[in-house]
């Protein structure tokens, strides 16, 4: 009975090793049931990060293809696999009107709790068990508090009813000591390190981009001159009451990152946004403008007056990550002469009770991770 928990769940980490312990458990459950003709919920936020996350290591896991149909789901031991979305608010219809012998839920935070809930509802077959992987997040997340909490609960069979692991990086012994360390040494300071190094739930505390240091991480015109930008990088943020953003940022050969120019205002209008953009794409080049989608009759008209524009990718914790990174690493620069730049970064904070940033001394910072981020993951395959 200790040694079966009805819900298992291993939570820590980035690059721990859990997706890899649950695929093993999952796979041996589906295992014991064969030929039963039983269904069984394999959830994740999307299809592609199913795919990513879990179905390519089980095929290793296999050793064959799995080939999805129509209905998302596959044939595994003679029982029915259903692969479900579930980051969107009205997923969880998609889990209603079966009855599900077990479930594997990756990266659960990810999903939305409805879905969730839903899901838990439908393993109602006798002996179904669950199965979760997830990375910390708020400590407040439902995940934490309605699951990993109450581990060590115990059903009144005496059978214990949730049982959660914890991970940080260094559990996991297959990875290479240089890249454990290097991973170390580039995660940004705070939040990022308690989370991704050692699966803390922890809500982030202070200013967001501390790694940031005037003494290093400005340069004066003539250091910048020094450099050999390959490209160039533009970011959006519209604003009125709010200040307004566009910034410039070139990429050097050696990849490092340096904000090169802002453009921050308030109370103007489209037309100024146009001029100051056409400004910036005859001094650097013909590059996509990655812009805030919160406004898209701005975006409509940036297009019509023949500005390559794209809807940024504002995931906002990945984004910060990815520009928090590039400063603990010193590939990230910002010109001396941005002074809206250096106000914000000193000033940006952590809201300690909601885990996200204060939505104040943002809007540079905003364009800046829109850029950055977006150029990284970019929505369609080719930009450039």
Partial sequence: MQRDPKILICAGAKRAGKTYIVNLLFLQHVAELAGRRAKIILGGANQSSIRRNVLDDMEQLLGRRIKLDRQNSFP???N???CLEGANSDAWKKARGFTAAGMFLNEATALHDRFVKECFSRCSYPGARVFIDTNPENPMHPIKTDYIDKSGSCLHSGRVNIKAFHFTLFDNDTLDPDYVDSIVQSTPSGMFTDRDIYGRWVNGEGVVYRDFDFSRHLLSAGQIAGRRFVRYLYGVDWGYEHFGA?????VTEDGEYVLVREIAAQHQEIDYWVRAAKSVQAAYGDYPFYADSARPEHVDRFRREGLRTINANKAVLSGIEAVAGKIKQDKFYAADCCGRFREEITQYAWNERTGE????????LDAV???IYTDENPPFAVLR
Avoid at 357 to 364: A, G, I, M, Q
């Fill in 357 to 364: 940033p204060v939505k104040l001394y943002d809007d540079v």
């Fill in 80 to 82: 029915r696999v259903v």
């Fill in 76 to 78: 595994l031991f003679g």
């Fill in 246 to 250: 566009i910034v410039v940022i070139g």
């Fill in 369 to 371: 991770r829109y850029a």
